[in-house]
Structure formats: C-alpha cells, structure tokens
C-alpha cells in the first residue's frame, strides 16, 4: 500500500497528473505511455509523488518550521540566504520514513533488473507540482543528480532533491512568480542513465527561440552529458530542421549546420561525492559534428510529433547512448516565451541606424538593442556590486544569477549557446543578450558605455559608445490587401527567420552572392581548381576553412544550399527569387583565391559580370557549383518554391547560352517545376522582351542598372547624382514598356528596388503600369504595402 501512495512508474503516469508528480515527471509518464506509438525512446524509471515528500516533511515535523522561517523571510526577519540555509539544513537532516524508504529501495531494484544489472545508474531529477506552468518555466530552479548508482546513494540523492526545493534561487524565482512556497511540494524522478558520456546531448525546440519562428526544429548538440549545454558552459553544436518538409521522405530538409567549439565534456565519475567531471574534448571531437544527418532529422521529427501530442510548441532534452548509438528523449515541458508571442498581431521592431567601433561578435538572444554601462561580475555572490540597468557582463551563469539577471539592461557572456540558461532566462526577462562571444570579460571593463545590438540577424554584436537607433511597432492587423504582390529584398540568411510574420508574398530578391561573401568567403574557382591553385597563402587559408570537406568544392555547394534555404524558409510556401551570383571582377577578386582568377578592368560595372561569366571557360566551374547548390536546394533540402534568376543577360543568345549550361548541370527550366526569371536592367532587355519573353518565365527590374544605361549615368558618381533618376521620362518609358510587353507574352513582371519605398509618385506609377510585384527592404515593407494599396484604390476610383 505504501509503495502505490508513495511511487508511480512513468508509464502509468499522465501530463494530469501534475499535482501528484509535478510538471517534470508528469510530463515523462506522458512520454513514456502516450507517445511510445510514434517510435520515441524514453529511458524508463519512476516518479515518487507528492504524498511521499509530505510524508517526508511530516515524519520529520518540518512543516510548521518551514512555515515559520518563510514567514521570517517575509517579514524581513531573515535575509534570504539565512532562510533559504535553514531550511535546507531542517532537510538534509530528516530522516526517512520506513515505507518510503522502502518503496524507492523496492523500485530502484526493479529498475536495475529489468536493466539486467544489480545497481543500475540513475538520474535523479527534481520536479515541483507547480513546476512547467505555461507561465513560468522553473527551468533549473531544482537540483539534478546524475550518475547515482546504489540504494544509500540514491536515497542521499532524494533528500538532496527535497532540500533544493529552497535554494534561494527556488525561493526568489516562486516569490517573483506569485506562487504560494507553502503549497508547493517536490516529486523526484527517478531515470535510467543514458550512456551520452560516450556519446553526446542537447536541448532542442520544436519553435525557433529567437524570432518565435513555428516553422523551424532547433537542435544544440555537445559532447557527453547535457548539463553543459543547458548551463551555456559550452558552445554548441546548433542545427536547424524546416519543419513544413520534414514529413517528406525524399527531402532533408536541414536548414542550419553551425559547428560549435565544444571545448568541455561532462563524463561519470565513480566517486560517490562527485559522481561526474568537465573534462577537456579531443581537438577530434571539436572539429566533429555531435550528430550525423539522420539523427538530426529523427530528433526534429520527434519534436514535432511531442508538439502536436500537447498541442504547443516545446522545450526538449535529448540524449545519445555512446555505447548503443541509441538515442533518447529524457525531458519535455512547454515552450515558455516565443509561444506566447507567436500569434501576436504586432512585432516591435529595432533598426541600428549609427554605432560605435564593433567590439565583439556572439549569438544574438532576441532582437532588441539596449545601451549602458558594462558592469563585469564573476560570480552571484558579488551582486552587490552590481548596478541596477547596467549591461551585465561574465562569463556564463546558472539558475543562482536569476535575481541579477533581472536587474540588468542586457546580458553578455563568454560561453553558451542558443539554449544555454542564459539564453533561456534573457527571453523570459524580456532582455537582449549576446552569448558565446569568447572573450567579453577580457574585452570590456566596468563603466565603459557600450550598446548590445541584436537586432541584425543571428550575429550579436557590442559596440563602443552609445549607438543610434530608433523602435518601431508593426501592426499587421491593419495592413491591407492588395493584387499588386508586395515581396521582400533578402540577403542574410543568419537574419531572414526575423522577418517570417511579416505577410509577405515571398522574396522578390535573394542575393546570392552576399552569401557567398558573408558564408563562404571563397572564390569559387578556388575551390574548383584547388588542388593546382598556385597562390599557397590562399592555399592554406582555404584548407583550414575546409576543414573536414575531402572535395573541397562540397564546402561551397553546401554551405551556399543551406544558407538560400533559411532565405527560403522565411517565406515557404510563397516563391523564393535567387539571383545567380552577380559580383563585379573587383568584387570577386577580393573573396579568398579569387586574385588568380579575375582580370583588372577599367570599368567592372560593364565588364565581365552576370550572364557572361556563366558559359565563360573562365568562370563555368564556378558557375556550376552554383547549379548543383540552387538543385540540393530544391531536391534534397525540398524548397521547390525557389525560383532562378540570371543577371545582367546582355543578350537572347547569352540567354540560350546560360540556359543549356543550366541544364547541363541539373537545372532546366520547367523541369520539376522550376521557373527561371531574367533580370531586366539592360535596354536590350526592354526592346527585346518578347523574344527574352520566350527564354524566361519573367522580368526582375533592377531599377538602379536600367536607370544607368538608359541615361548614361554612373550610378556610384556622386558628380551626377543629381541627373540619376528613377522617375525620369525615359526610365519610365522602359518600365512601361517591359511590362507591357511581357504581359503581352504571358511573363511575369516585378521590380526589386527603393524607388517604391522613398518614392510615392513612383509605386502610383508602377500600379498604373499593372506590375505584378515589388519587392522592397523589410523595413520598408509596411509602408509600401499601405502606399500600393492606396495607388491601387485611386485608380479603382477612376
């Protein structure tokens, strides 16, 4: 009878039974018993119930003394430490009641011979009954025991569990959450261990931490046990998953690979005091990805399979078996942050507009910028010396920094990653941060004025001084409906998932080549021809970037499909428009190796660019390589909403040209549905557009170039500035004229430009004309939205 009252095996345990097992175990007994059908492993074990730790509390007569002491804390008659102490010491020194006792010891040997050992390893995890409600996380609010192996050990293990109920950080968080301390009572799981010192661990989200973003699976992945990763003591491994092509067999749809540092490792310990250690990883392990391409997308499927069974997105702790290659789902709550944002009408947005020298670069946490004083602290026990709204420096934290993270403006750290507890807690605070950046306790100092910028994609940034920037609030309740497509102009995949809630009808312009200047950094020919590439330094600088790549040119053909797939993904399923690469030979030259492939030109703005360079012998490898990543992107990725479009095409016989080296390399047009569009810049392009009507699914107009050629004016000479002009007479006369003309062939027409943003005469024109598309800057999306919608009710009037 006592062993019924006091434990529940996870698999007769259900999410409802949060009362008498606290989120935590709850929510393992859901796991174990309901989602078994859907092939996810969880390690098995037990919960004791709430009933045990009140008996526990009781047989030790502590109830009325914790009461009291809590009461004092209130009252200011004790600090917090004090009360928090006592009350743990009342703990640590109870004793057990028999039956309870018993009914572990009896649990734990069923456990260990089911697992055919005599004293199997044990997790020991903490979970408060109000622990995991959908407004508080109390991640790491309690005490974790890993490694336990023995019934003396596992019973000091338990008690040390009750006791972390009131740490001072447990205690702070619940006062902070409005959460009676009186009513709330402690269950203790009791979990096999997974073997993941032989192999690794992480956290994963079936939402995307940052931007709130549904669409994505976000996998950090380390070495060993997962405590490094939870407590940001590592940088991790980070993966993402695009969820929509997940349930698709024939696509992998792994959207981000970023190899994390991962200079720690947790392992057991067989010293019952210390049952684990950090240990140094092997320079192997660190250059190695944590998880192979299959186990990422078992572990993004099974977080979408947890996020369906309890109906929101989720925070989920995985494990690898070293020894089995197996892997395990180990904990899962509710998502506390993003999923409560998500389905807000309204995004306040950040735009930098001037900084300082940049002193440090880490992992953005939200998207917020905040200016103060750097206050260095090493430790919690020194917040007395911190100050309030100062920006708070150091070097990762844990639970015990919550009361002092709450009193800063932002937060940088050394180590840790997306989902380190710093992350983690920043979000819930409503704070900016910038994890991972290395050295921000070496490099900043206390008072120096500087300003936390996380507002430029993924990438955080410090600079000195205090920055420029001004806040704007979206609504898009109020935005209107228009049949002139609003599209966004997007280049930067580590910022593209920022701009997903904005109700885009794709991307108008995805600029290759910022990716593989900002991604790949390598002229592709370089990697082409690596093995006779004669500049040694070049040499050597692209062996160390390519690390791990055999074929040096898979570096480029992966990296360029991954870093178009986030683009891609921001805006699934609406089309994606990626412009082939359209560097300048002064451009390329300067990407790594690229000085032995490039001429010196006079005037590279009419020289050897676009379409000329793709059937080139001079360029065609490269050119190539682009084909094989634009054709992963759409057959193996499965973003087949992508769209192709080829640059400054001078003519309809370099149309033909481009279009069978295309398809030579995998990509020919109308096959798997892929289109092809045409960049309209050039006024051969305008005169010809029936004829380049029949090559090409549609136009792109490049206001800047057409403007260009068609007055004679160089767009970059600020002497003629004042005659370059968008709105000229016979700029105007070549748009007019191109859409027209393309209509009349059955082709598309959109045009990716400023002009509609700065420009009200203009977007009223372009209406006039009946464009297809705009595609503007995601800043500039709202009001060219409203201002389209309202040329296009002037002309409905008329």
């Known amino acids: 009878m006592a062993e019924r009252a006091s434990i529940l095996w996870f698999k007769d345990v259900r999410r409802a039974d949060v009362a008498r097992v606290g989120g935590k175990n709850a929510s393992l007994g859901e796991l174990t018993g309901a989602m078994a059908d859907a092939g996810i492993a969880v390690p098995s074990g037990f919960a004791t119930t709430a009933d045990a730790y009140w008996s526990f509390i009781d047989a030790n007569d502590l109830r009325q003394k914790i009461s009291s002491t809590l009461d004092d804390l209130s009252k200011g008659k004790l600090m917090l430490a004090e009360a928090g102490a006592a009350i743990r010491g009342m703990i640590l020194h109870g004793e057990w009641p028999t039956a309870i006792a018993d009914a572990i010891c009896h649990a734990y040997r069923q456990l260990s011979e089911r697992a055919g050992e005599a004293a199997v390893d044990v997790a020991v995890r903490s979970s408060a009954t109000a622990e995991d409600l959908p407004d508080a996380s109390f991640a790491g609010q309690q005490e974790t025991f890993l490694n336990v192996r023995g019934e003396h050990a596992l019973l000091a293990a338990c008690r040390r569990c009750y006791a972390s109920l009131f740490t001072n950080r447990a205690i702070s968080y619940r006062d902070a959450k409005g959460f009676d301390q009186s009513k709330v009572a402690l269950s203790i799981g009791i979990q096999r261990m997974v073997r993941s010192d032989l192999g690794g661990a992480g956290v994963m989200f079936s939402i995307d931490t940052e931007t709130g973003c549904d669409r994505v699976v976000v996998i950090n992945a380390a070495w060993g046990l997962g405590e490094n990763v939870v407590q940001g003591a590592v940088d991790p491994d980070e993966y993402e998953v695009f969820k929509p092509l997940l349930g698709q067999a024939a696509f992998r749809p792994i959207i981000e690979k970023k190899l994390g540092e991962k200079k720690f490792k947790v392992i057991y310990a067989r010293d019952p005091q210390r049952p684990t250690r950090n240990v140094p990883t092997s320079k192997a392990e660190r250059a190695t990805f944590v998880l192979a391409d299959h186990e990422i ?229 370089a990697l082409a021809c690596y093995d006779t590439l004669a500049d040694n330094e070049a040499k050597h600088t692209i062996a160390a970037l390519t690390a791990g790549y055999e074929d040096k040119t898979e570096y480029f053909v992966e990296r360029l499909a991954r870093g178009l ?175 027209e003309s393309a209509h009349r062939s059955g082709a598309k027409v959109g045009l990716c430009g400023q002009a509609p943003s700065d420009r009200p005469a203009f977007a009223q024109f372009l209406v006039e004309c009946g464009i297809d598309s705009v595609s503007v800057t995601p800043d500039s999306f709202v009001a060219v939205k409203r201002r389209i919608a309202e040329a296009e009710a002037s002309r409905a009037a008329r």
């Not at 639970?399 to 940088?412: F, K, N, S, T, Y």
């Not at 590279?604 to 190539?624: C, H, I, K, N, T």
């Not at 090559?695 to 160089?714: A, C, E």
């Not at 003629?720 to 004229?737: G, N, Q, S, T, Y």
């Open 297 to 525: 997308l078992t572990l993004a499927r099974w977080a979408c399979a947890i996020e369906r069974h309890y109906g929101q997105p989720m925070d989920i702790e995985w494990a690898k078996d070293g020894a089995t290659n197996e892997l395990f789902i180990v904990q899962a709550r509710p998502e506390t942050v993003q999923s409560r944002r998500r389905d807000a009408g309204a995004i306040k947005t950040y735009q930098l507009e001037r900084a300082g020298r940049k002193l440090l670069t880490g992992v953005a946490v939200g998207d917020a910028i905040a200016t103060g004083t750097v206050c260095v602290i090493d430790s919690p026990q020194r917040a007395e010396h911190f100050v309030d709204g100062a920006i708070l420096v150091t070097h990762t934290t844990d639970p015990d920094w919550v009361p002092l993270m709450r009193r800063a403006a932002a937060i940088v750290t050394d180590h840790g990653g997306r989902t380190s507890h710093a992350a983690i807690v920043s979000r819930e605070l409503g704070l900016p941060a910038i994890v991972g950046t290395g050295n921000a306790t070496h490099m900043l100092h206390d008072e120096q004025e500087v300003t936390v910028c996380c507002a430029q994609g993924s990438d955080g940034f410090v600079y000195e001084g205090h920055a420029e920037f001004h806040v704007e609030e979206i609504d898009f309740a109020s935005l209107p409906s228009t049949r002139t497509q609003v599209m966004l102009n997007l280049a930067n995949p580590a910022a593209a998932l920022r701009w997903w809630r904005l109700p885009a009808d794709g991307v108008g312009l995805a600029r290759m080549e910022f990716v593989i200047g900002n991604h790949i950094k390598i002229h592709p020919m």
């Open 565 to 739: 797939a986030r683009i891609a993904a921001a805006q699934y399923p609406h089309p994606v428009i990626v412009r082939m690469s359209d560097f300048k030979t002064n451009e390329y030259t300067n990407l790594i190796g690229g000085k032995t492939f490039e001429p010196s030109e006079e005037n590279p703005m009419l020289g050897f660019r676009g379409a000329a360079r793709y059937y080139s012998p001079r360029y065609r490898a490269g050119f190539e390589l682009e084909c094989r990543a634009i054709a992963r992107l759409r057959r193996e990725l499965g973003f087949t909403n992508v769209v192709v479009m080829i640059p400054f095409c001078r003519s309809t016989t370099e149309a033909d040209r481009v279009l069978a080296v295309m398809a030579e390399s995998g990509l020919k047009r109308s096959e798997d549905g892929l289109e092809v569009y045409v960049m309209c810049e050039i006024p051969s392009n305008v005169i010809l557009a029936e004829d380049f009507a029949r090559r090409f699914d549609g136009f792109s107009i490049g206001s800047n170039d057409l403007t260009q050629l068609t007055l004679g004016v160089d767009r970059d000479s600020a002497d003629l500035a004042v005659l370059f002009d968008e709105e000229d007479a016979a700029v105007k006369w070549m748009i007019a004229h191109v859409i």
